[in-house]
């Protein structure tokens, strides 16, 4: 189903079953969230949207694998519940499963490296290509074995452009979930430029893969659509920003809110705003 932010617009948000989505990356695997579209293209690319929880079990992410239509209300609300029921699985040559752990303790000390350590990231980049090339790696999702739902509503003031999401993890079991994220993301391609209060401004690679938000409010522009999306700081959760565009195996630009699972619910408005 699609609902457009404004009134008169060719600019519009998309939610759909994992099934029809085509995109290349290995995210495509995955349930997304609100995806924005402009001039009949979308901006998603590898991000995973609007509003898509994810939860950590110590430092397994389990990712959404479905979703279903819960409510609707016709160009104003949107009820879903996803399915969180994947997790991330590498495999080499021949699609055959790494089972290797000094390969994947390497694949991790690299990941978090390359977040941790700005100066490093064009240079482990070159690395983990090399790796990927050499060792025939691709990252896939299989079934976790864990399967719960997270229900979030999306309420839509197309004159505004603002969306009020509200994300229910109640169903979540505590004793397992260690962190909940909520993601905002769309394309590295078409997002490239980062402002928040305090004046800050970034482009490109100087906008870190997950760097803390302390300012009030943040955002990511894009040039090409005249278009930005706007998240506030909001009560018990931490707002991260990010940035990735490698190869084919990497385009997203957004934020998370992560926060405890004993919170359970949280809420905010995510601004779309055009660029004059």
């Known amino acids: ?27 495509s695997h995955l349930q997304k969230g ?22 950590m079990l110590g430092l397994q992410t389990i990712f959404p694998g479905a979703v279903r ?14 399915r969180l029921n994947l997790k991330e699985r590498l495999t080499g040559h021949n699609h055959r499963l790494v089972r290797s752990q000094s390969l994947i303790r390497i694949k991790h000390r690299l990941e978090e490296t390359y977040r941790r350590i700005p100066a490093t990231r064009r240079w482990l980049a070159l690395l983990s290509n090399g790796l990927r090339r050499g060792f025939g790696l691709q990252i896939s999702y299989e079934y976790a074995g864990w399967d719960y739902p997270v229900s979030a509503r999306y309420t839509f003031d197309r004159h505004t452009g603002k969306i009020m999401v509200e994300i229910d993890t109640s169903e979540l079991p505590q004793k397992d979930v260690t962190e909940v994220v909520v993601m905002n993301e769309q394309g590295a391609h078409h997002f490239d430029t980062y402002t928040d209060s305090s004046g800050t ?19 990511f522009f894009s040039r090409h659509h005249r278009l930005a999306f706007s998240l506030p700081q909001i009560e018990a959760a931490r707002l991260f920003r990010g940035r990735e ?26 601004q779309i705003e055009r660029l004059p």
Do not use: C
């Open 1 to 27: 189903m699609e609902i457009a932010v404004f009134p008169s617009s060719d600019v519009y948000l998309k939610l759909v079953p994992v099934a029809e989505n085509r995109s290349g990356y290995p995210t």
């Open 245 to 270: 565009l490698v190869s084919s195996h990497l385009a997203w630009a957004g934020f998370g809110y992560s926060f405890s699972p004993i919170r359970q619910r949280i809420a905010y408005p995510l």
């Open 34 to 55: 609100l995806v924005l579209i402009a001039n009949g293209e979308e901006l998603a690319e590898e991000g995973v949207g609007f509003g898509a929880p994810v939860v």
């Open 201 to 219: 401004r970034l482009q490109g690679e100087a906008i870190g893969s997950w760097e803390e938000v302390t300012a009030e409010r943040a955002s």
């Open 69 to 82: 239509l819960a409510d609707w209300k016709e160009g104003r609300e949107i009820t879903a519940v996803f």
